[in-house]
């Protein structure tokens, strides 16, 4: 393998450890954050989904998005003592391809019209995969509709009025806005900790395609199945501890995230130190 190649990845290898620690820290406060109820109206902080959509942004799509979806998955649920088996699946494949897609619509990070349409885009199409997942559990009666007895059809206005309100409130308050402020000015900057040239047209990810398409898709699908399989019981390996989702864990999932975050840290500076010795 060459330098360049060796390079490379160790330099998306820094990304995903970057982006699973910072992401995973952020979805521990956000259990931290009480929801407030006005009427039929929840206002609830559900993803601090602007960190990894800026990084994406700046760094390889793909490096990032695996690496919030990990975070997510190891920080907001195994730490807190719980694993959903099969079921965890579904949010993994969902959040990774709505990162991924952000990353690679966005060729130019000074461009804020593309920055906000694919924070803003991408935030809706995670929120609309996870409420297909929800509608094609109850279609396929694999789980027990409890919102209004005899009537599963009230699910699609359920899961839409979630939708709704979920993208109004945490998609613009904590996605399209944090990462419109976030991308123009980390752009150039947090490029050379890690040794890599900020993102331009010769080094930009590809475009969208059709294959791209048919991945995401496909992955979608994959993810209705798992959803659905663990549903009717098939979860494979899934438990839940004792101490799941106490205050204790939560703060000792906040200690330990932030250590990853200090490393990540440091290395990125000593990687920083080194390439311009």
Known sequence: MSSTSTTAQSHKLMIFVLSMSLYGLATLVSELIPSVQVGIIEFSVEFFLFIPLTLAMLFDPLSVALGAATGELVFSEIMLGQFGGLGELEKFLTVTIAIYIAGTIVKDPRNMKMVALAAFGCTALQLAMSAGVDICKVVFAVEEFEAVEGLPESV??????????????????FCLLPTMFLVPRLYGKIEPLLGMKPRSAENAPEAPSAKLVLGAVVCFVVAVAVACLSEAGFSLIEWEAEWAESMTAVYAGLGIAAVVVAIAGYCMHRNAVLSRA
């Open 156 to 173: 699609f206005f359920t899961e839409g009025f979630a939708f709704v309100n979920d993208l109004l409130f945490s998609g613009i308050l």
